[in-house]
């Protein structure tokens, strides 16, 4: 398999991650927002605050923001080309993960667990919405990578190896955010304070490495915050979402375990079997199915050795799970591409276990047959839950039926599989959910979905039907697209009645934009008849004589 796996980890990157860039203008989902505050900085020339609205905006660092200035600065107002950059850096992560699987796992292992994340439903989402977080990921398991060796690596080079990883680090703080940099030694600290091995602590230097971190990164915090002050420390901890609305704390470790299940699937399905497979000891120990030592092994090492250093990772990876969920539970109201961190682990602990699998089907066959009845149930439910989520957008309807039969069939094949005495070919079968289906929903459900999650038909409309200067009244704050695509002054009121006859246009009219929700409400306050001049499933446009 070995021979093939780049080949086909290539195949997936382009169905997964590649397919369909171009079919959709800027949507709401993040990138239309961070596209906006590349175009603002950009024009004010401002390098330290980021700018939405003419404000500032403290949400993430402001090199954050950095590939979006790039990608603008060479290629204008492409959607393509900055969700191409994104995708690029998704393709980073995977050679990363499958490079820490292949040195502590085995080669064939390390292809597994590349292959099992690029088919995990947050990578290609986080690929497509949040390309902060992909960075983000990225820049953490290096740092996670650098501390495993501390621990199962060779002792040669630790220091400079050490540096590095730290100095990573410091970047990942100083470009996303403290919990997404602090999570990599919590998941050390996490292993090491349970399997109390106290001198691999003192190996990894933490205080000296969270020197390294705070001097990358505390010129531009410390900037920030001589310059705005409590309001930018009180949005500090919780970046790269610090602006979403704040959720109820105690929903934390609900919120943490429903981002992982949804972001791993379908393979959430085979992570429990891989987390409790950590701690099997795979080749020093195999009892009746003992035989020559497998062809990984080279002659004259000590599996007890080897097989004790497979252990411990694995392990390792199961804190690094936990610790990056911490996070999750910690921001205000995350969304699912949160989660991402935490998916390399479970891919590597999956890939571990499909590698062993391969090796030996029987020994394995047990607990991945109740994986793919679990995939089998959770697809179902997925399955049949798609139609209601998109049960107001009639144009979406014929793609969510074909993902919805997409998502039925690919979630029974490894259980068919399975059941026909097929144990590899339904292992491999558990990534055609995403495989199959992110192709699918790139292609057909988004593009029949854009009115719903973009403004971009409405603020067309009002260049057409406004005058050039009219402004436009807004009941809620205005969604990204609108005010990338638009060029007319958006007011947000907090009161509908007094504002219309003060906002009128030059041809008389007020122009105003509301969710379908608020329109009985707003034709209320309008106490004339509204003229009603696109209506979309996000936004309607409309424009009333008042006063």
């Known amino acids: 398999m070995t021979r093939f796996a780049p080949v086909l980890l290539a195949t997936l990157c382009v169905a997964v991650l590649f397919t369909g860039l171009d079919r959709v203008g800027w949507l709401d989902t993040r990138e239309a927002r961070d596209a906006q505050v590349a175009r603002e900085m950009l024009r004010r020339r401002e390098a330290l605050t980021p700018i939405y609205g003419h404000a500032a905006l403290f949400e993430k660092p402001v090199l954050a923001y950095a590939p979006e200035v790039v990608v603008r600065t060479l ?73 495993a060796d501390v621990v199962f690596g060779r002792s040669a080079g630790r220091d400079a190896r050490l540096i590095v990883t730290y100095g990573v680090l410091g970047i990942t703080l100083a470009t996303i955010g ?68 704040a959720g109820a704390w105690y929903a934390g470790p609900v919120v943490a375990t429903r981002a992982l299940v949804e972001g791993c699937f379908p393979w959430i399905a085979l992570l429990p079997a891989a ?47 936990f610790a990056a969920l911490v996070p999750v539970a910690i921001f205000k109201s995350p969304p699912l591409t ?70 039925l069939a690919t979630s029974w094949a490894p259980f068919l599989a399975h059941w026909m005495g097929r144990t590899r070919l339904a292992a491999s079968l558990i990534a055609l959910p995403v495989a199959l289906g992110a192709p699918v929903a790139s292609l057909v459900v988004v593009p029949a979905l854009e009115d719903t999650l973009s403004a971009r038909r409405v603020a067309e409309s009002l260049a057409e039907v406004a005058p050039e200067r009219a402004p436009l009244l807004l009941v809620d704050p205005a969604p990204p697209t609108l005010r990338f695509y638009g060029s007319h002054n958006l007011v947000v009121a907090d009161s509908l009645a007094p504002a219309l006859p003060r906002l009128r246009a030059a041809d008389g009219m007020t122009y105003l934009a509301f969710t379908p929700a608020r329109e009985p409400g707003v034709a209320r306050a309008a106490a004339a008849p509204l003229e009603i001049l696109l209506r979309t499933p996000s936004l309607v446009l409309a424009r009333v004589r008042a006063g």
């Open 75 to 147: 290629a204008g107002d492409s959607p393509q080309r900055s969700r191409q950059l994104r995708a690029l850096f998704a393709v980073f992560l995977l050679l990363g993960i499958a490079s820490i699987g292949a040195r502590h796992f085995g080669l064939r292992a390390g292809w597994l667990a590349a292959v099992v994340l690029v088919t995990s439903v947050g990578l290609p989402l986080a690929a497509r919405a949040d390309g902060t977080q992909v960075l983000g990921t990225l820049l953490g398991w290096v740092g996670a990578a650098g501390l």
């Open 178 to 245: 403290p919990l997404a940099a602090l999570w990599p030694l919590g998941g050390l600290a996490l292993y090491l304070g349970l399997t109390r091995s106290r001198g691999a602590w003192r190996r990894a230097r933490p205080l000296a490495g969270l020197a390294i971190m705070a001097g990358l990164s505390l010129p531009w915090y410390g900037a920030m915050l001589e310059r705005h002050g409590l309001p930018f420390l009180a949005r500090l901890p919780f970046f790269p979402y610090a602006i979403e609305p």
């Open 275 to 321: 987390m409790l497979h950590a701690g099997t000891w795979w080749r020093a120990r195999r009892g009746p199915l003992a035989g020559a030592p497998a062809p990984s092994e080279r002659p004259g090492s000590d599996p007890n050795a080897r097989e004790q250093r497979e252990e411990g990772m694995a392990h390792y990876l199961i804190a690094c799970v």
């Open 338 to 407: 949160a989660a991402l961190p935490a998916l390399p682990a479970a891919a590597l602990l999956c890939g571990r276990f499909l590698d062993h699998l391969f090796e030996q089907p029987a020994r394995l066959a047990r607990p991945l047959g109740g994986a793919v009845r679990m995939l089998a149930l959770a697809g179902t439910v997925a399955a049949l839950g798609l139609p209601l989520v998109t049960a107001a957008v009639r144009d979406a309807r014929p793609g969510v039926r074909v993902l919805e039969a997409l998502l």
